[in-house]
């Protein structure tokens, strides 16, 4: 079974941070957490053609995001990142008929195959680094805009290497509230763990972040 990875735009209730995630980057149009996903999780289990479209539906802008969040900016990986999140959702489908319900959220699953098709996207990267190309391929800009592409890239680099000074934990936190969009119980259904510890760790790490940058935008050493 093959899926794309479709231009989602509906936007969700929840602000994005100003200057922190790219806008093409699209929102779930529906919350995720364990009630909303859990039927249409059990229907597309079945095989259900019209729950597993649904599934990738809500699943895809996750995905999306969040690839493009974890891989933006960094060398080549950030021209596959949205090929990274399909690979996510082709994942998500294959474990779909052995996924059993323990009591936790799909979301967590989602979470955990798309952490791991990042890090392999990285590791694949590391060693392709030095592979001569004809050409390097570019991402279509909108407005034909290379300026403003120019300047995106700058800000992504320079936020790569502010969430790399933060624990794991609070980046994976960031990437999931900020750029995928996901609620504080929506993310605390994707880690593990409470929503009040979601809510602790991301003020944080934002104070963390506010720390290390200067009036300029700066990154302290």
Known sequence: MRTSVPPVTAGRAEPEAPGLTPQA???????LTKEELDPVVREAATGERGAVDRLIQMITPVAVRYCRARL???DLSYLSADDVAQE???AVLHALPQYQDRGGSFLYLVHAIASNKVADAYRLV???RSDPVAELP????ADNEPEKHALDVDLGDRMTKLLATLPQLQQ???TLRIAVGLSANETAEALGISAGNVRVTQHRALGKL????????DLLD
Do not use: H, K, Y
């Open 138 to 141: 570019e991402r279509p800009l």
């Open 210 to 217: 506010r720390a290390m940058i200067t009036r300029d935008g």
């Open 25 to 31: 980057f699209p929102r779930a149009s529906q919350r």
């Open 88 to 90: 996510v959702c082709l």
């Open 72 to 74: 933006g900016g960094r």
């Open 126 to 128: 590391s060693r392709d």
């Open 172 to 174: 994976e936190i960031l």
